[in-house]
């Protein structure tokens, strides 16, 4: 399944420190193995053209019945974690003709106007949460803004009923660990068991909402009716938790990391300040320099050659796992110059990072998660400008969702 070419260096997101800076270690990979077969039976594309015709070719697909490669010790893990009766097919995992019309029932409540009508009750959000910050002098950005705003507000486009939000957020929490690359078999376990709970409660949830429609996307999921085509209760599960888990653990890295990223250079935090038509940009600037989802994954369907042009071509065989370093795209400087190792929230062309993928799986969400971010890192910045990280962040330890789990400041 591999080529020839010896690879000179490993890709190993278990190497310590590595989560905190993972950065230099795509530098070398992009340097020496851009087009990377690891030991677990996976290709990585590290280069931001090779990442952007993987993610844009529709020859390819995202469903895990078409791998042909396993890593086995992987597979055997989930075989004995996961019931497949139960499995869930989101559209994240699904290729057209189901994927187009599951996106396109979903895309419905995320239309431009839909979003924009959310920009009132996220400010008043952001505000309520930078009102309790300031009465106090200090903060933990992650428990008191980055997480719960993105959280609330997905909880109420989907009209969730007033949940335990620290067991949903442990539960998702669990199941976004298996969008790592390597994962011991104790967090397969816990993804499964978060799985299955999640699932009874949604179940629940979708039940009651059936008896009490209302005004909210999980209603008009509920009815939508499109070709004489209905969501299946399954297929209507499975885009739930995926919204809902979307919905939030990603954006909380993008307000966490990008609110650090600013305290670390306060000049960046200054230009932002005092510019308020700086904010669209310094947004798709944050979401390139942060990559608050490092990978995307691919699945061939066809021998496919890449770097052709150069002395190391590699050819991918039919039936492999391929991911795309999002994060290392975005910090390619064959695409971004000499400067793409440094935060500008002026750079020209920021929104052409990868963040949010591309191709017809591009990211749902991504005007609602810039509203989100905007909101609260632009009044963030100006609500507090003498914020300073106080003692040492915590890292979430993930490969894939990188973010922070603990951000302390002084006001
Ligand atoms: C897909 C990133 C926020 C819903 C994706 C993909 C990425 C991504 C990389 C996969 C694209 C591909 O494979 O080509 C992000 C980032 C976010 C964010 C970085 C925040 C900063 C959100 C939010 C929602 C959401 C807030 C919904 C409320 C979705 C959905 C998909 C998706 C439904 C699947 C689309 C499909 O398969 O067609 N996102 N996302 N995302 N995202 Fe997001």
Known sequence: MTDTAEPTVFFNPLEPGYTENPWPHFAELREHDPAHLSPIERWFLFTYDDCARLLRDPALSVDDVNIEFHDEARVAMFEAAFD?????????????????RLRRLVSKAFTPSA??????????????????????????????????????????????????????AQWSSALVKTLDPIISEEEVNAAADAERKMGVLLDEVIAWKRANPADDLLTALIQAEEDGDRLTSRELRAQVQLLFVAGHETTVNLIGTGIYEL???????????????????????????????QFSRRITLDDITFRDDTDQPKTIKKGMFVMASLASSN???????????????????????????????????????????????????????NAAVAGEPVWNGRINLRGLERLDVTL
């Open 331 to 385: 910090h390619d400087p064959a695409k971004w110059g000499p400067t793409a190792e440094e935060l500008d929230l002026r750079r020209e062309g920021a929104g052409q990072h990868l963040s949010f993928g591309s191709g017809s799986h591009y990211c749902l969400g991504a005007s609602l998660a810039k509203l989100e971010a905007q909101a609260a890192i632009g009044r963030f910045v100006r609500r507090f400008p």
């Open 84 to 100: 497949p009766e139960e499995a869930t097919r989101s559209m994240l995992g699904l290729d057209a003709p189901d994927h187009t």
């Open 115 to 168: 979003i924009a009508a959310l920009r009132p009750m996220i400010e008043e959000r952001v505000d309520a949460a930078l009102d309790a910050m300031e009465a106090r002098g200090s903060a933990e950005v992650i428990g008191e803004l980055a997480f719960p705003l993105p959280f609330d507000v997905i909880s109420e486009m989907l009209g969730m009923p007033e949940a335990d939000a620290d067991q949903i």
């Open 263 to 293: 305290l670390r250079h306060p000049e960046q935090a200054e230009l932002l300040r005092n510019d308020p038509t700086l904010d669209a940009n310094a947004i798709d600037e944050l979401l390139r320099f942060v990559s608050p989802v």
